[in-house]
T-cell receptor, first 109, second 115 residues
Framework: GQNIDQPTEMTATEGAIVQINCTYQTSGFNGLFWYQQHAGEAPTFLSY??LDGLEEKGRFSSFLSRSKGYSYLLLKELQMKDSASYLCAVMDSNYQLIWGAGTKLIIKP | IAGITQAPTSQILAAGRRMTLRCTQDMRHNAMYWYRQDLGLGLRLIHY???????GKGEVPDGYSVSRANTDDFPLTLASAVPSQTSVYFC??????????????FGPGTRLTVL
C-alpha cells in the first residue's frame, strides 16, 4: 500500500529553527511536495523536490532522499505566522498526489 | 479574478438530499481534482479530470459523481447525502494534464455538514 508518515504535532519557539520530517512508501515517485495550510484555509504550495538534495527558498528549505524515502521541511527564523499545518505529498506513478495527514506546528513566543 | 472559486462556502444538509458543490477556475488549467479533508487524515482524492470531457475515480469515489463539460467548471454531486460525507471539500487544479508533475492549486473549500 501507499503510506506517508509525518508527526502529528510539533512545538517550537519564535525565532528558532524547526525540522518537519516525512517518510513515504508509494507506488512510483514523480516528486514530493510540501504545502502549508492555516486553520480554516486552503493548502498553499511551498516546495517541490524531485532530485536528491536541498532546495532553499528564503526561510524555508526542503530536502529529499529518494533512496531512503525521506524528506524534511526546514523552517528558519520562525515567526508567529508560521503556525499552521504542513502537508507532505508524494506524486505517484499515476501523477496523483498521495497526502500525509499533516503536521500541526505551534509557535510559542 | 485569478484562481479557483468554490460555492457554497458552507452548507448544512439533511441526509438523503442531493447536493452539488461548484468549482470554477479561470487559469485554463487542464487537470482538476476534488478532495475531502477529515480530521486526522490526509487529503483524499474523490474524483479527478485530466482534461475537459474526461473524468476518473480517486481513492474514495463512492457516493459522489463529477462532470467536466468544459475547461473551467468541475462540479461534484452527492446524489443522496449521508452523515459520513460530512467533511471539508477542496477543489484543485494544475496546468498540465495527467502526465505532469506540476503544482496543484487549491480553492478555498466547502464545509459540508450532513445531519
Amino acid at each position: 500500500g501507499q503510506n506517508i508518515d509525518q508527526p502529528t504535532e510539533m512545538t517550537a519557539t519564535e525565532g528558532a529553527i524547526v525540522q518537519i520530517n516525512c517518510t513515504y512508501q508509494t507506488s512510483g515517485f514523480n516528486g514530493l511536495f510540501w504545502y502549508q495550510q492555516h486553520a480554516g484555509e486552503a493548502p498553499t504550495f511551498l516546495s517541490y523536490n524531485v532530485l536528491d538534495g536541498l532546495e532553499e527558498k528564503g526561510r524555508f528549505s526542503s530536502f529529499l532522499s529518494r533512496s531512503k524515502g525521506y524528506s524534511y521541511l526546514l523552517l528558519k527564523e520562525l515567526q508567529m505566522k508560521d503556525s499552521a499545518s504542513y502537508l507532505c505529498a508524494v506524486m505517484d506513478s499515476n501523477y496523483q498526489l498521495i497526502w500525509g495527514a499533516g503536521t500541526k506546528l505551534i509557535i510559542k513566543p | 479574478i485569478a484562481g479557483i472559486t468554490q460555492a457554497p462556502t458552507s452548507q448544512i444538509l439533511a441526509a438523503g438530499r442531493r447536493m452539488t458543490l461548484r468549482c470554477t477556475q479561470d487559469m485554463r488549467h487542464n487537470a482538476m481534482y476534488w478532495y475531502r479533508q477529515d480530521l486526522g487524515l490526509g487529503l483524499r482524492l474523490i474524483h479527478y479530470s485530466n482534461t475537459a470531457g474526461t473524468t476518473g475515480k480517486g481513492e474514495v469515489p463512492d457516493g459522489y459523481s463529477v462532470s467536466r463539460a468544459n475547461t473551467d467548471d468541475f462540479p461534484l454531486t452527492l446524489a443522496s447525502a449521508v452523515p459520513s460525507q460530512t467533511s471539508v471539500y477542496f477543489c484543485a487544479s494544475k496546468e498540465e494534464g495527467g502526465d505532469g508533475a506540476d503544482t496543484q492549486y487549491f480553492g478555498p473549500g466547502t464545509r459540508l455538514t450532513v445531519l
